[in-house]
């Protein structure tokens, strides 16, 4: 019997392990279950990227709006990168675009962005849910007034 890497003594081992068994076509030797759990770990990776790029995003929103006398260049080039992380993050995981539709995930990143400004910027009183669309939170030339 071959001594392989437990996934609960060393992740990194492991995996470098089960990379080489598939490349070498040894499937008998796979961890199947743990593999499994990972390669979905890599999805909902991505899904927080995602969010986390559109609360920070909406966030800077926010201040852009409530906090006029801030505005500066600083400010728009953290939108504009960030507009340009979630853009990117879309077109290399497509299969994350139908999260922009879905009201739960709005109202969760909403939140997110909410409790950012509300620590960051001891601002409150944001509406209940996101007052602007998609497609304006993404447009490169929209800014909230």
Known sequence: MIE???????????????????????LDLLDTP???EEIEDVGKSEQRELANRMAVLLAHLIKW???SERRGASRQITIRNQRRGVARRLNKTPS?????????WWLEVWDDATAQVASEASLSG??????????????DDWLPE
């Open 4 to 26: 392989t890497a437990r996934y609960e003594d060393d992740v990194v081992a492991w995996a470098n392990e089960q990379a080489r068994f598939l490349r070498e076509g040894r």
């Open 34 to 36: 743990h593999l499994a």
């Open 65 to 67: 709006q409530l906090q």
């Open 96 to 104: 994350l675009k139908p999260e922009l539709k879905d009201p739960e």
């Open 126 to 139: 944001f509406p209940e849910t996101c007052p602007w669309s998609p497609g304006q939170v993404l447009a």
